[in-house]
Every structure is written in structure tokens, then in C-alpha cells.
């Protein structure tokens, strides 16, 4: 699989999918179970009509194939995305083979956790096959933080130092499931080569 979604447990990654794949399918009281294994998640891209800003619902035939109009090139309508439990970690390296994106979940209202999530993440980011993958953080669950958190979050997860050091490209993205908040920035990323 091309993309790839990982992080610790109950890190909110199962919870994102399923509003990035069905926004509406997401509130409050919604409750995911823990992935034990992996989920496959196929994400449709949100179209806008030229006179609307809202976006349009994904083709019906579900197609996925970038294409040709006018000369111009467009973007693939859909992704495909792995989901692995974070109750899989040690078994993460298994997936790592052609993978050209990986979306990495932190749960930002859990600073207690984020620690362990960061060593996960370094680990993730030092593996030789993953050195030419884009990268998206998520910091996940940003309707439970406050707004500090985030620096918070990017502080303990030692982030300016990291970035120093590493070759790949890590977009960082604030995001909620419930609220919506940062699946458009998502959506792009995802969309774009
Ligand atoms: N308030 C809030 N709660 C969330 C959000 N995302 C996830 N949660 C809560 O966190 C729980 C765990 O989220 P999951 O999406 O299942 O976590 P996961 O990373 O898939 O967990 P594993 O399957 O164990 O790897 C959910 O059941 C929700 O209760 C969010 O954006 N906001």
C-alpha cells in the first residue's frame, strides 16, 4: 500500500479515517474500536463546483485514475490508506515496503503518552526504506487541547530538532475528528504527488 496511517494506540487514527472517508459518520459520541491488525480506508477527495464552495460528494463509479483535460493535469479523486493498530508496532516494519506517504497520529490530549509516541515516530523517521516518504503529522484530538498544546505537543516530540536531522518532508497538521478542524489541509496532502 502506497499510504500508509500509523501511530500509538488510541492515538485517534481509526477515528480521523472515518471522517476524512464520511465526515458525517463522526461525532461526540461516536466510539472506534481498537484496530487490532489493519483497517484499509478508501478516502474520496472533496470536489468544489466552479459556482459553489461546498464541496461536491465523490463520483458515484468511485474512480480513482488521475486524468487529462485540457492539457492540464488532474489529481486522483480517491486514496487508498492501511491503517495498522498501534497494538501492531512492533510489527510496523512488515508494512514499510513502497510506501510513498505515511500519516503518523499523535494524540495531542494526552501529553502523558507523546513521549513514547515521539520514540515511535524517530523511529520511524531513521528507517532506511522510509527516507524518500512524505510525511504528515497529525495532531489528533485538537477539539480535547487547548491551544497551547500543540507547541506543547511539537516540544515533546523534540520537532525543531528532529526536522535538523531528517531527510524527509513532514507537513504538520492540527486535526479533530469530531470538529472537522484540519481535514481540508489533510485532504490536500494526500491528493497532491
Ligand atoms: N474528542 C475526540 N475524541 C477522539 C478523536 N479521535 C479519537 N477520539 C477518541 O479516541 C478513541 C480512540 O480513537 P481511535 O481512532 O480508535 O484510535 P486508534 O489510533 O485507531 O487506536 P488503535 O486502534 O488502538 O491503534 C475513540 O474511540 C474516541 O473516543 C477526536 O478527534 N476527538
New binding site residues.
Given amino acids: 500500500m502506497s499510504c500508509i496511517c500509523l501511530?500509538?494506540?488510541?492515538?485517534?487514527?481509526?477515528?480521523?479515517l472515518k471522517a476524512l472517508q464520511e465526515p458525517d459518520s463522526i461525532d461526540?459520541t461516536?466510539?472506534?474500536?481498537?484496530?487490532i491488525g489493519t483497517g484499509i480506508y478508501r478516502i474520496h477527495f472533496p470536489t468544489k463546483s466552479p459556482n459553489s464552495d461546498k464541496p461536491k460528494p465523490p463520483p458515484a463509479d468511485g474512480s480513482t485514475q488521475a486524468h487529462h483535460h485540457g492539457g492540464k493535469k488532474h489529481l486522483p479523486k480517491s486514496i487508498q490508506i492501511l491503517?495498522i493498530?498501534?497494538?501492531m508496532a512492533p510489527l510496523w516494519r512488515q508494512y514499510f515496503e513502497d510506501v510513498k506517504k505515511l500519516i503518523y497520529?499523535v494524540d495531542t490530549?494526552n501529553l502523558c503518552q507523546i513521549s513514547a509516541a515521539g520514540v515511535l515516530f524517530y523511529s520511524i523517521l531513521t528507517e532506511p526504506r522510509l527516507q524518500k516518504v512524505k510525511i504528515l503529522l497529525v495532531l489528533?484530538?485538537?477539539?480535547?487541547s487547548y491551544r497551547q498544546m500543540r507547541n506543547e505537543a511539537l516540544l515533546m516530540l523534540q520537532m525543531s530538532k528532529l526536522q535538523k536531522q531528517i531527510r524527509q518532508q513532514v507537513t504538520i497538521v492540527e486535526?479533530?475528528?469530531?470538529t472537522k478542524v484540519g481535514l481540508d489541509p489533510i485532504y490536500e496532502w494526500l491528493q497532491w504527488p
Fill in positions: 501511530g500509538p494506540k488510541r492515538s485517534g487514527k481509526t477515528h480521523l461526540e461516536s466510539y472506534s474500536m481498537p484496530t491503517e493498530g498501534g497494538s497520529v490530549s489528533a484530538k485538537m477539539d480535547y486535526a479533530s475528528a469530531v
